[in-house]
């Protein structure tokens, strides 16, 4: 009895193990390689579906076809829309799980990036094509598989947002379609959140959260977006950094000026700014304007160890990319995106190459962009900037100088902030919901999962924290890092989507 | 007697007096005053034929009419040409004065710029037309006068190479003229030397003088090109400065990266670039690269104080051009052009504006012009930038990087120095050449004369005192100030022209 007892208990204890590594991953698994054919059809039909933000009757038409895919599963779907309805929705639907305790919204786009199709190799944007492997290594097209013959893997779609952001869609609507097939009950309420003008810049995102904020109500909003890690892994992403761009312009003549005749006595506006500019950061590329990383909200043990932990890969990519040294002082680039940043977009005065002649150019423009992390604030962080040129000498103003000002001042910057900015957004990592998502993606994945306090880019996930009463957002991306996202030859390699569904049916039955 | 002999003397001082004056100007005024009809016609004939260098058939015809032009006059014309015979000869010409102990070369040249017709403004580049004034200050095009019809010297003629140079070569063959038909004999040999690629760089000027040096012995190569001073004050140039460009490209990574994912990482060229150019000059736009003066031969007291007594217009440029502080430590701009100079005429990395996006670029370029002073040395100065960015921890290169190079060098530019640079160029104030030339030019001019030691602008004069035994070159230039050189509306104003005549012809009796 006590060895049958014992027996037993072990029995219990590796079925425990089986589940809280596994969940609903290995029947997931099964309802996927049933339905691969219909799945692959399903969703190269939605792919066909031009989706634009701005193209308007055919953006409505996805928003249409997900509409009805979610009466189909009874999903409830309602349009989110802004004041006006005219710009694409959001389209909205539910699943309320009895007896659950908590409620998450996924969240997915269905619009994608213009594109030219005369840019695509061999296929168009949308009329997606089946290849044996990547463009870049070879891969060929293929005619998509009939009933019965064998999918592989490797194989991958291309068509534009076969990865950015369909996939998410797709991957949130099938793992749903792959528990209920299986008989698997939700451990959350369920709230699907699909936006139609993320690449358009969202611009109608926070008054649609707050016209909507009461059917919004969660306790987490996972976005799935982007690709994993480089080295394959799946990984967990907690956070984003802000985004400001900044425009500056200084001054030289009114005029263009024979660079012999007046050279070296009226004043370069491209040196006046190589100057201004080259006050802004060390040699070794740390930025040096005043209280630059004053506000930053210093990572935790846990961030910090997941860094650690995180695989390296700084000698690999400087490889990649011909880079001897790096800014920083040395410090890892994990380590670098988890402080503010000042990059130069770029810099234009006069010209070069052919169009190059012996002038004094009448101005010099640069875009900066500054990256933000948590605990910075996109207005002061450009106040800041802004009063480092003051402190330079120069006399900043928001629009080009009048003559009398030309005359007043040595030194004058124009000095423009891109709207649009916005700030960094991180979710603590041992929160307990960031904990269940963690568990949940490594449940579906065999390798250890990457957990990464914040990407470098950003995205405007702060508005949603800020609209929402500070809801946690953490990403959890399932697209082939090497997907061309934004480009041409978007694709996403199969076995990537069919990890997405697994993982959003782990995080749709976590605990 | 004595009281006669007194009287006598006192009449042949005062007739010396005004021959000392006024010279040949006189008689040389009245012939122009008689013929002004037939000029305006034959030097309306002569900008009609369309004059660019690469135009082959038109600049042929353009040497064929003062071959016969010359050979009117009996001035022995031939054509020196380089040795493919191709290109746009020389027209020279000589006029032998038995007895004379000194030989002047007068220069030219018949080619003008490029221009697009449908840049100009009323009228066509190779249709001369007449304007009662500039164009800037409402002159309205009117009839050419019949003869009969008064002629009035503040009208202009708008044509391509209405001033540079047509203006030089017309002014030189019509004092020519004047001279020989009043029976004044020139005091000179005189060689006419018309060039006919100048506005294409002179790529066959050495070539051309070399072949040619025997023939070409003079002791003064009297150079008219250019506008006379702002003031309107006729001037003699003794000197131009050398010219340099130097490409120079620094790099980032081998393509484009996202600056929110790598920004503040991998090396932005842009700053790079920045950083690199701030180095050298200060604050108050002085260079500071390494012996960057150290080979400037010094003026001359009389250098000096004909700087002194030049017209000052700094603060006037300054209002019009709109700035409020100068380079240089508040030096003039006269002071400044006797130094050496660097100056930026472009610099592009990424882009700005519309296209601007959040990159970090692969690279900055910039292009750099080198004005040069008597002293410096085109090859050694370039060394000196070189040897400073070198200084500055740069691997200097004249090409792209290898991958290896990328991997092995932090720092990497890439120097282009472009083929066509030269040295200064300039005559000394005191020399007997220099005193009879500034005399000669007096003699026509009610105002006095501005001299100056050098232009801010470059000419390659240095090729020919290095190519013909250390000839001394003087620029007499006639045009106006506000004649469009090179642009589209070229014109020459009536007086300019007819002041032309009488200028050259005080230099051709030259004492």
């Known amino acids: 009895m006590k060895r049958s007892g014992l027996a037993f208990a072990a029995v219990l204890l590796v079925c425990n193990l089986a589940l809280a590594q596994t969940g609903a991953v290995g029947p997931v698994r099964d309802f996927r390689t049933q339905s691969e054919h219909r799945l692959l059809s399903d969703f190269v039909r939605f792919l066909a579906m031009p989706n634009v933000a701005s193209d308007t009757v055919n953006i409505r038409r996805n928003a249409d076809h997900l509409v009805a895919e979610m009466q189909k599963r009874g999903l409830k779907p309602q349009l989110l829309e802004a004041a006006d309805n005219k710009v694409p929705p959001v389209v909205y639907g539910e699943w309320i799980t009895p007896g659950a305790t908590k409620t998450v919204i996924f969240y997915a786009h269905y619009d994608g990036q213009p594109t030219e199709a005369a840019d695509w190799s061999g296929s168009k944007p949308w009329e997606p094509v089946l290849r044996t492997a990547s463009l870049e290594k070879g891969g060929k097209i293929i005619p998509f598989p009939k009933a019965g013959e064998k999918i592989d893997p490797e194989w991958r779609i291309y068509a534009r947002s076969a990865s950015d952001d369909k996939a998410g869609v797709f991957a949130i609507l099938s793992a749903f379609d792959a528990l209920i097939a ?3 009950k939700p451990t959350v309420n369920i709230k699907f959140f699909f936006e139609g003008e993320e690449e358009a810049g969202s611009p109608n995102l926070r008054e649609i959260l707050t016209k909507h904020k009461e059917l919004l109500k969660a306790d987490a909003f996972i976005v799935c977006d982007g690709p994993v890690h480089q080295s394959g892994r799946k990984q967990v992403v907690f956070g984003v950094r802000g985004d400001v761009n900044v425009d500056l312009t200084v001054y030289g003549a009114v005029r263009p000026l024979h660079s012999g005749h007046y050279g070296n006595w009226s004043p370069n506006p491209a040196m006046t700014l190589a100057r201004l500019l080259a006050s802004m950061k060390d040699a070794d590329g740390n930025v040096t304007i005043k209280g630059w990383n004053d506000d930053v909200e210093p990572l935790g043990p846990v961030e910090i160890a997941a860094i650690r932990e995180a695989p390296r890969y700084d000698e690999e990519i400087k490889k990649q990319l011909g880079i001897a040294r790096t800014e920083g002082s040395g410090k890892s680039l994990l380590d670098l995106i988890n402080l503010p940043s000042l990059n130069i977009n770029g810099f234009k005065s006069g010209d070069v190459g052919e169009q190059a002649r012996n002038v004094i150019p009448t101005t010099a423009t640069t875009v900066l962009d500054l990256r933000l992390v948590k605990g910075n604030d996109h207005i002061r962080q450009v106040a800041k900037l802004r009063r480092h040129i003051e402190s330079q000498g120069f006399y900043v103003i928001d629009r080009d100088p009048t003559p009398d000002e030309r005359l007043k001042h040595p030194l004058i910057a124009k000095f423009i902030h891109i709207p649009g900015s916005y700030n960094a957004q991180r979710t603590k990592m041992d929160l307990p919901i960031s904990l269940s998502v963690i568990k949940a993606v490594e449940a579906a994945s065999a390798e250890p999962v990457v957990r990464m306090p914040s990407l470098g880019g950003s995205l405007p996930l702060s508005i949603i924290t800020e ?19 934004h480009a041409e030859n978007e694709n996403i390699r199969l ?11 782990s995080l749709m039955t976590m605990k």
């Open 182 to 184: 299986k008989g698997i």
């Open 467 to 485: 609209t929402l009463d500070g809801v946690p957002t953490i990403s959890v991306p399932i697209a082939n890092h090497d997907n061309n996202q």
């Open 495 to 505: 076995q990537n989507l069919w990890d997405g569904i697994e993982i959003f049916a």
